[in-house]
């Protein structure tokens, strides 16, 4: 069974950079869509960007340039590099991904930007 782990959130002051990273285990995902999602306690949780199989990345519009998302496919590992953070930024970020009817979901990171 595929396991995704997210690490690298924490306390950040607006403007500044924080990276993170979900290592996956239990199989393989050179193949799967991966991407990244966040949630603020009582709201729904929305995507952030997704990345295919071949690396193409897809960003909303909230993103505006600041954030980058990568895989390392030799490491089966996702990244998401944030910069230019803004307090409503703050959610906890969880890893996902998907394979056809295949579906993983990291535990989630907490990224708190404040100053």
């Known amino acids: 069974q595929v396991q995704l782990v997210e690490s690298g959130g924490g306390l950040v002051r607006p403007g500044g950079s924080l990276n993170l990273s979900c290592v996956a285990s239990g199989s393989n995902l050179s193949a799967w869509g991966m991407g990244w999602h966040r949630q603020t306690p009582g709201k729904d949780r929305e995507w952030v960007a997704i990345i295919d199989s071949r690396g193409r990345p897809t960003y909303q519009d909230f993103v505006e340039g600041r954030f980058t998302i990568s895989r390392d496919n030799s490491k089966n590992t996702l990244y998401l590099q944030m910069s230019s953070l803004k307090p409503g930024d703050t959610a906890v970020y969880y890893c996902?991904?998907?394979?056809?009817?295949?579906?993983?979901w990291g535990q989630g990171t907490q990224v708190t930007v404040s100053s």
């Open positions: 996902n991904a998907a394979f056809y009817t295949q579906h993983a």
